[in-house]
């Protein structure tokens, strides 16, 4: 299976201005994410942005091609699924599947995308995607109401009533890992455009994501605690 593992990143961000080169640990947060999967097997790691200094981190630690992104696919607007098309049509070569390296979660290990990858050729998945347990239990959640009501959130709980070990684990998107194959996202436009999704559980700092000043005090600290390696 050839895999495109495609690093993007942007260089502008509202939430942490000059996020993907600031430092944990002394290294970037580019570096980060391509020292991990360079230590997962990636032989050919794609790098697209429209920033020249990240283009220049990129390929200084390990990235063997630059992509540069035009300035309307670098905007809070761009969507990541436009930002793939381009760096597909851009390489012009036939890939099996995407590995999306997105900087703002640095600590994914090598083997949980080697975990991912055993996992597509396992299922003949057409995705699979890092993901996260929830705190709390859906059972205790719901749509915030106008009036601010809680009586559906309420009913819902004391319907489920029972004791909290029994119920089975809730999962969402950690956003840290996203492998797909190629011939349904070029059809759909969708990295979940696939028949065949499957989620692979991350543990909590592996699934960090960076995108306020608070989230990369909590990486530092991780860091720093020994939480992370």
């Known amino acids: 299976m050839k ?4 690093l993007v990143a942007r260089g502008g961000s509202r939430g942490v201005p000059g996020k ?10 580019v570096e980060w994410k391509l020292g991990r999967a360079l230590a997962a097997g990636a032989t050919d790691i794609v790098v697209s942005s429209d920033s020249p200094e990240i283009r220049g981190v990129a390929m200084h630690y390990g990235a063997s091609r630059e992509i540069i992104r035009p300035a309307e696919l670098a905007s809070d607007e761009a969507t990541t699924a436009s930002v793939v098309r381009h760096a597909l049509e851009t390489l012009e070569e ?20 080697t975990a991912a990858l055993a996992m597509m050729n396992e299922h ?10 929830t705190f ?11 009036d601010s009501s809680i009586n559906g959130i309420v009913l ?6 029972r004791r909290r070990q029994d119920f089975k684990e809730c999962w969402t998107m950690a956003g840290n890992i996203y492998l797909f194959r190629t011939e349904p996202f070029l059809a759909t436009n969708d990295v ?19 995108d306020s000043p608070e989230d990369l005090k909590l990486a530092e600290f991780a860091y720093e605690r020994g939480y992370v390696k």
């Open 192 to 210: 979940y455009g696939g028949a065949r999704l499957f989620g692979l559980k991350c543990d909590r700092w592996s699934a960090h994501e960076i």
């Open 20 to 29: 993907h080169l600031r430092r944990i640990g002394g290294r970037t947060l």
């Open 94 to 113: 036939s890939y099996d599947a995407v590995m999306l390296l997105e900087c703002s979660s640095p600590f994914t290990r090598p083997e949980q995308y």
């Open 156 to 161: 819902q709980f004391q319907r489920m009533a």
């Open 124 to 133: 003949d998945a057409d995705l699979v995607v890092g993901m996260k347990e």
């Open 3 to 6: 895999i495109c593992w495609l």
């Open 136 to 146: 709390p239990h859906i059972a205790f959640v719901g749509e915030r109401r106008d």
